[in-house]
Structures are given as structure tokens and as C-alpha cells.
């Protein structure tokens, strides 16, 4: 082929982007360089609290002897506590060429740890706005494009998941409702690891995989094309098990979650704050410290044999900023009545999904997917988009150019900042999704986690989740907008979409994972 | 007027259809085709043939989005005059270097036309600025499908010329590397 005839070929490029790409102008580059407050910040937990005995435990003359060990490994790390009780970090003992990122938390001296090495950030220390531009931006992209494009392909089987996960969290009345399916879609295939026969069938049956096998390359996949620890965005996975010292592991059910989930073991004595210290603090750090109200209370119970706690921590930034100057104070029509909230404002071509029951937009994060935002028509109740199948296909229309309910438009969005978490208990949802045996201990298999196969059961799970946005990295910036023609290009249809009212959202992965999902429903 | 009455004028072969088009479009078109050509009298004369080439598409074609229909209109008029005026060297022209770039991406052999696999390479192309960061999937398409100069990017995505150059020619690479991963060699 020629040049002129590739050129000729790029004549059918899609003209929603060409329209896009007309109307694109940079803002100055203060805006990155300020961004060190978080412009859509949003973290949760998923805590299967403890897979507990019903009977006290029976005791290991060498109860670390089935630990995984760093022997022969080359990604994983063993920290003990320090037996003078001072306090270490542990991170601080990881190979040097293998660095974790779960962060810097002491361990008290009756502690062990057991760590995988986490990939290293991206371009550490480099200002967002030089790293945008750099080659190392582009080394990263390149790399992290193959990742996500295998984790795209997977998306399509977990829907199913995600729709049932979110029908089951976040239907409420008055109150806010969030979840990170795909934090929880980790947590509980891990569980699925740590458990065998009609138990784990049923974990696999819920999240949608054939075997084991599968499921650990899916997650492996997932993890993969959603981590990400740049200078521009933070998606920050982790996983961690909560050992009891006193009883005997087994070493493979261990080591697999370390190397294909990445899952730090930490070893001691569950009924020492200290333990529960640990936790909160190895909690507080892979959560960006923004769940503290939740973590402060997390407990370890004495009975626990062991507890999962998965972690996600996401920070992007928008593609476009809103600018503060521009808010107005405006009323939003909550179920509890009216309040006063700081609606954001913008007019932006975007693409626009509308169906009977909904309209729906969505906002660029930069390097990362988008924020979907779902305003019920009058009259509908925000909770039965949890089950209309097209909100699902709402976060696809970037790949469905064909679909009839998507357009595009000139859109004069208003949306207001908030900030909603909430805690679920996700015992009845895991019920009524056909989950039994975890919870009974005479049904419930764990005996790749441990010998003591008819005594444990999963006597808490719960999942905390925080979602937040607003302008921030825009706020006071001296940005402006380079005014170029143009204008002539914009799209005939122009819709007001103003958010006064409740509505459901989406935080979806450049690999269209749902990192987040909840319905506003009230602004405090 | 809007797009769908200004359509709508083309449908009913009402000729107040090329004048509004012109009113509205003009300015917008006129770029494109000096981008590609460098010569405003050149440009002109594209332009007024885009009018007859969409009054001659209109009906049975009813495009959504009459900007880009008629851009593409002009990008192809333009080109074709392009390659009617340079079909000796290339010199520094906007397009000339424009073309130049484009070497990266192809293997300069004749390629048997094949409509089949002309639309897959066109939706493999898609896809790939799709998977794109928003700012690099618009400069590229600025560069490469409005035939903006480099100058011209540097100013409107606050980059440096130099800067332009090296993401373009970065994004060429991995276009060509995408397409080859997938068994497209052009």
C-alpha cells in the first residue's frame, strides 16, 4: 500500500471522533500539574471477615512450618516482626529489584509476613504533565494496551455478574448505595481457591467460570488490565490473608494466591490488637486513607482462622475538568427531600444513551475508561435500572456504533459534587445468589486452606465502598482554553442533562471493568 | 438552519441547499482542503465542487452528521487534486510531509483493491484509535484526517512542535505494529 491510498483509507475514520477531535482543545498544562488532589477519587474493601471454626483449633508444635517461604521464589518476601517490639516496615525487606507497593505499615513483632512483589509504579516521582508527554507514558501505554485488550475480551462473560451483584447491593430506599463489583468479583474468587467441591461450585457458578483454572487466568487477566500506578492514574488492587499462627496452612493454596492474586499473608495471633492493628493500618494504606471511618472499626475476632480483605483504591482525573468558578448552588430533589449541593457545569459533545427508562452520558478519565451517569426518566424509580439490561449496554458505545438507542449530541450537563460510601453486609446477597455452603459449617469445604475441613464456615463478609467527585485539580487553576474555529462543527442536537435529581453511576476501567457502581439518591 | 433542513433542501433538490451549505460549512471545508493542498484558489474550487459532489449524493445518501459527510467530501476532492498537481517529487508541503509520515505505516507495494478486506482494515483502524488515550486518538486524526499542520496541533493541544512530532510518529509505530499483530501488512 501506498501512502496516498492510506490516507484515502483514513477517510472512513469514525466521525463521532472526527467531530471530537475538531472540537478538542488542550487545557494548559497547570490543570495536570495541579493534580495532586484527587478529581474523581474512589476506593472499597471486601472483607470475608473470617473463615472461622466452630470448634477451638487444634494447635501445630511448628505452626509456620507450612507458610510459603521465599525459598526458591523470586517474588515473594517473608518480614518478621521485630523481636526487640520495635516496630519495621515491611516493605523494607523486599528484594530490591522486586519492590511491593502495598505500602509502608509496621509489623508488630509477633507477626510474620509472607508478600508478593507488586509491579513497580510507573515513572515514580515524575510530574503528571512531563509524564503525559514522555516516552515513558508511551512505554507504559503500549504495555498496559495488550493487557487491557485481553481483560476487554472478558468483560462480556462477567456481566452477568455484575448485574446480579448490583442488583443485590444497591437497591435501597432513602439511603446511598455503592459497590466495586470487580473488587468483589476478586475477594470471592479467592474464596473459590480456598474451597473445593459443591462450595466451590457454587462461588464458580456465581461468578460465571467453567473451573478453577479459568477462573484464576480471568482474574490474573483482570488484575492485570486494571492495575495501574502512574503520575496520571491510580488503580490500585490488593489482596491480603489474615493468617492464625496456631494453625496449619496449606502451602499451595497460599502460594497460588500470592503469585496469580497477588495476596500478602500476614501471620499472627488474631486475638492481639495488634493484629487488628496491622489490619487497619495494611487496610488504610492500599485505601489511600479514605475509608478511615470504616477501617477504625475493623476487628479481628479471636476464632478467626482466616480473613480475606481486598482492596481497591482508584484515583483519575477527568479528560476535560469542570471549572469551579462555573458551579452554582442548586437544589437536588433527593428522597429525603431537597438539599442545597454544588452542581458542576459543562457543555461538551458526548455521546448520548437514551431509552425509555433512561438517559445516559459519560465523562472521560484520563488514561483510564469512564464515569457513566444514568438519569431515570421522570417517573422511573432509579432501582429498576439495576435490572435493565441497557445500562449495561449503555457503558459499551464506544464499541457499538450501531446500536439505535446511541446518538450523539451537544450535552449542557449539571452534575453535582457528592460524596457516598456505604457498608454491605454481604452475607444474604452471597444467599440469594444461591451461595449456602461457605456459610455452613457442615456442608462448607475449605480444605485446600486447611486440614480442618469440616469445622470452618465464613462467619462475616462485608464490603465497604467510597465514591467521590468533584473539580478538584481544577479548582483555582489558571487554565484556559485556546479558542480555535470550529464551532461550525457541532452537532445539531443539543439536550440539557441536569442531575437534581436521583441517579445511578458507573466507574468503568479503560477495559470496561465496573470498578465502581451507586445510585445518589440523597446530597448531604 | 440545521442539518436535517438543510438535508432535507438537498432531498428536494431546492438549490438554496448548496448556499446554506456554503454559509455553514464553508469556512470549515475551506480549511481542510487548503490543509491538503496549501493554495487557497485550489482550495476555493474544491470546496465548490464539494457542493456539487453532495448535491449529487443527495438523495439517496442522508448523512447524521452533515459535517463530517461533507469534510469527507472535500478531504477526497482535495486529495484527487493533490495527486493531479504533484505527481512529480514531493516537495515540504503540508500534505507532502503529511504523506511522508504516512511511509511509516506502509510498505509503498501495490495492494490488489479488495473491498472485504478494505472494511475490516477500516474497522481495525478504528478500533485501534479507540484504544487510543482521548488526546493522542485526537491528535493523530487532527494530522492525519483534517491534515492539520504541525504547527497548528502544537498551538491547539499546548504541546511543543517537537513534542507534536514525536507522539505522531509514536502513534504510527504502534498503528503499524497493531495492524501487523493482526495480519494486516500494508
Known sequence: MKSEELFEVLNDIDENEIVKAQEYRAVKKTSLLRWILPAACAAAILIIAAVSPLVSKKFSEDPAADKPTPAGTSDLSVKDGDSSGNTEAAAQITPADTPVITGEYSLPENMSAVMPAYPEPVAAGMEASAFMES??????????????????????????????????????????????????????????????????????????????????????????????????????????????????????????LAKDYYASSFYGDPSTPEMSEALRNWTDQNTGGILGEYVKDMELDPSTVLSIVSTIYYKAMWYDEFNASENTRESFHGTMGDTAVDMMHRSDINEV???????????????????????????????????????????????????????????????????????????????????????????????????????????????????????????????????????????????????????????????????????????? | MNDNEIVQLYWERDERAISESSDKYGRYCTKIAENILSDHEDARECVNDTWLRAWDSMPPHRPSLLSAFLGKLTRNLSLDRYRMLHREKRGAHNMDLILDELEDCVSGADTPEDTALGNELKEAINAFLRSLPAQKRYLFISRYWSAETISGLAERFQMSENNVSVSLNRIRGSLRAYLNERGYKL
Open chain 1, 135 to 256: 516516552d515513558a507514558h508511551w512505554n507504559w501505554w503500549d504495555d498496559y494496551r495488550t493487557k487491557m485488550s485481553s481483560s476487554f475480551g472478558l468483560q462480556s462473560g462477567m456481566e452477568h455478574y455484575y448485574l446480579t451483584m448490583m442488583d443485590q447491593l444497591l437497591i435501597a430506599d432513602d439511603e446511598n448505595t455503592v459497590i466495586s463489583p470487580l473488587n468483589t468479583y476478586i475477594a470471592f474468587a479467592m474464596l473459590a481457591e480456598l474451597s473445593d467441591g459443591n462450595t466451590r461450585r457454587q462461588l464458580l457458578d456465581l461468578l460465571g467460570a467453567p473451573d478453577i483454572e479459568t477462573l484464576r487466568a480471568d482474574v490474573s487477566t483482570l488484575w492485570n488490565g486494571n492495575y495501574v500506578d502512574t503520575p496520571i492514574l491510580k488503580s490500585i488492587l490488593a489482596n491480603s490473608l489474615w493468617l492464625n499462627d496456631t494453625v496449619n496452612y496449606k502451602a499451595a493454596a497460599l502460594d497460588t
Open chain 1, 353 to 524: 444513551y437514551r431509552t425509555d427508562a433512561f438517559t445516559a452520558i459519560h465523562l472521560g478519565l484520563n488514561d483510564s475508561g469512564s464515569m457513566y451517569f444514568f438519569l431515570p426518566k421522570e417517573g422511573v424509580d432509579v432501582n429498576s435500572l439495576l435490572t435493565d439490561p441497557d445500562t449495561i449496554k449503555a457503558t459499551r458505545t464506544e464499541y457499538m456504533t450501531d446500536d439505535e438507542n446511541a446518538s450523539t449530541a451537544m450535552v449542557n450537563m449539571s452534575i453535582p459534587k457528592f460524596s457516598i460510601s456505604n457498608n454491605s453486609d454481604l452475607t444474604q446477597a452471597l444467599k440469594n445468589c444461591g451461595i449456602s455452603d461457605i456459610f455452613d459449617p457442615l456442608s462448607s469445604d475449605f480444605s485446600p486452606l486447611t486440614d480442618d475441613r469440616n469445622e470452618l464456615y465464613v462467619s462475616k463478609a462485608e464490603h465497604t465502598a467510597l465514591v467521590e467527585i468533584d473539580e478538584q485539580g481544577v479548582s483555582g487553576a489558571a487554565f484556559t482554553r485556546v479558542d480555535l474555529s470550529g464551532g461550525a462543527m457541532l452537532p445539531e442536537e443539543e439536550i440539557d442533562l441536569v442531575l437534581d435529581r436521583p441517579f445511578m453511576f458507573m466507574i468503568c476501567g479503560r477495559d470496561g471493568s465496573i470498578l465502581f457502581a451507586g445510585i445518589v439518591r440523597n446530597i448531604t
